[in-house]
């Protein structure tokens, strides 16, 4: 890690969950077949999961927004995410799913990468619905009112 740059915890919390579809996190990037390093939840029960994982935060001039970095971000450094997938994607290979969803980074704000930083028993969570609309497993760019907060461990 440099010398500019902070380690955060964040927690990925799915509720309703569609049941017997499974969901891993994407570590790195994937290759030219789909196939990436793939992260069980670190929790789990019978209609919710989560994952627990930690990103490297650049520290920028005031007023800049954060820069994420680390093994789990994915996309352009002004629009970081990253993938939660399901079905295939995260290694069932008999289903018909083959998901995956994006997870804002882009509204973690200074405020709160302070705020957890200062509390070692703290953690930044943000919780989303596991399942879409069409009653598979949660997809796409997840743009909703849902925002990271911090909670304790």
Do not use: H
């Amino acid at each position: 890690m440099k010398q500019n740059e902070v380690e955060i915890p964040l927690r990925i919390t799915l509720y309703r969950v569609p049941p017997g579809v499974r969901f891993a996190l994407q570590k790195g990037k994937s290759d030219a077949k789909g196939n990436a390093e793939l992260v069980p939840p670190s929790r789990m029960d019978a209609t919710s999961l989560s994952f627990f994982f930690s990103v490297r935060v650049a520290q920028s001039k005031p007023g800049a927004s954060p820069r994420f970095l680390g093994e789990f971000t994915q996309g352009p450094p002004d629009k970081r995410f990253v993938y939660v997938n399901s079905g295939r994607r995260a290694g069932q290979p008999d289903t018909l799913w083959d998901r995956r969803a994006k997870i804002p980074l882009t509204t973690i704000t200074p405020a709160l990468i302070d705020e957890v930083r200062s509390a070692p028993n703290k953690v930044l969570a943000i919780e989303i619905e596991g399942k879409g609309r069409d009653g598979g497993p949660v997809c796409a760019s997840l743009l909703s009112s849902t925002q990271w907060r911090t909670v304790p461990k």
